[in-house]
């Protein structure tokens, strides 16, 4: 799980900044907040939501599909204002790097996720119920294990056992490609009722559209309680410095596993990512006013009449 200490990576000045109404207009460099889009379908929703509310309040957003480490490197240097996806703890060995030289919340912006191996219904009726399972089961899994995409906090986690032969794991091999190409595997199994094991996580649809179920016994490596992980935002310093209110909205934004959940299952029936945070957010809006407090449109106005004109609300 993620320390407190970890978090403590705000200065007082940028503290101050963040807490205070933002009145003063900002430079016409700010009315564009630069995203990273690390490819999961959870940060294509949260993205989503934050476009809505920035549109609203007359900003423009800007998204760059990078890797997570990548998408560190681009908010150390400034390339990149924003970052709504940080895992804890599946990225912690990707960000701890970058401590001191970035914004990250000190307040998660979603809790309840959680992230471990996975199993289908049947494999796991069949017997393949813990990590210690594994090794059993080798054979029937071909000794694969399916990730997503390489540099992915997951991934490093799954290798790592590999490599230190953590539960006899040390002749597995795992399958690195993307998000949605391990989907695709993992639907191919199950319509075969074929055994997978594969990187699973809440909020995501897959846990309604496949019968699947965690493994126990992994808490040494991805966290107890299923590794369960708190989610944070992360910005540029430049950004928090140079625009204050843009800041301010980008990093009061909470999500939680059914928001996310409702959106993306949308997004993986092929509907667009805008159209469906809209949608979500004309329905359910009663938390826009916290997420608003104190913050103003990119011309100085009240920010959250705005972006209740911008949903027709």
């Not at 407190?4 to 940028?14: K, M, R, T």
């Not at 199950?190 to 309604?208: D, K, Q, R, Y």
């Not at 966290?223 to 625009?243: E, I």
């Amino acid at each position: 799980m993620h320390t407190s200490s970890f978090l403590l990576g705000i200065s007082a000045g940028v503290a101050l900044t963040l807490g205070g109404l933002a009145h003063s207009a900002e430079p016409e460099t700010c009315s564009t907040i630069r995203l990273a889009d690390i490819g999961w379908t959870d940060n294509a929703a949260n993205n989503a939501l934050a476009s809505a509310v920035a549109n609203g309040s007359g900003y423009k957003i800007e998204k760059t599909t990078v890797s997570a480490p990548i998408a560190m490197t681009g908010l150390k240097g400034g390339q990149l204002d924003a970052f709504l996806d940080y895992w804890s703890p599946a990225l912690d060995s990707t960000v701890t790097p970058f401590r001191g030289t970035v914004v990250i919340g000190d307040e998660p912006n979603m809790r309840g996720a959680k992230y471990t191996l996975a199993v289908p219904q049947y494999l796991y009726d069949a017997g393949l119920h813990d990590f210690r399972d594994l090794e059993q089961f080798k054979d029937k899994l071909g000794g694969k294990i399916y990730g997503i995409e390489p540099g992915s906090g997951g991934n490093k986690l799954v290798k790592q056992m590999i490599d230190q032969n953590m539960f006899n794991l040390g002749s597995f091999k795992l399958i690195e490609s993307s998000e949605a190409a391990m989907l695709v595997q993992v639907q191919r199994a199950v319509a075969a009722n074929a055994p997978i094991v594969f990187l699973g996580w809440s909020p995501h649809p897959m846990n309604l559209s496949v019968k699947m179920q965690y493994l126990t016994g992994g808490d040494k490596v991805f966290g107890p309680d299923f590794g369960a992980a708190k989610v944070y935002t992360v910005m540029s310093k430049k950004f928090v410095s140079s625009c204050p209110n843009a800041a301010k909205l980008v990093s009061q934004m909470r999500f939680t596993p059914d928001m996310e959940s409702s959106i993306m299952a949308q997004i993986m029936e092929k509907k667009d990512a805008s159209d469906s945070a809209k949608s979500y957010l004309r329905t359910h809006n009663d938390f826009l006013a916290t997420w608003l407090s104190g913050v103003t449109t990119f011309d100085g106005k009240d920010s959250l009449p705005a972006v209740k004109h911008s949903l027709g609300l």
